[in-house]
């Protein structure tokens, strides 16, 4: 399980990894700051597939 703490340290909710497939925005009970979370694993999938095929500004390196 991975805890996810507010920036005051106060517990927001704990979660299995790979739990939370899109933002998630959860307000703290102690500080009232709202917190914004966000998958890693999703933004990473996104680069991957930005980069494979053909660049998009067209440069192609020497060989």
Do not use: W, Y
């Amino acid at each position: 399980m991975q805890e996810n703490r507010c920036g005051c340290g106060a517990l927001l909710f704990r979660s299995a990894a790979g739990a939370i497939a899109g933002q998630v925005d959860i307000k703290c009970r102690r500080c009232g700051t709202v917190n914004s979370i966000r998958p890693i694993e999703a933004r990473q999938h996104e680069r991957r597939e930005r980069l494979s095929g053909e660049d998009a500004c067209g440069f192609r390196p020497k060989r």
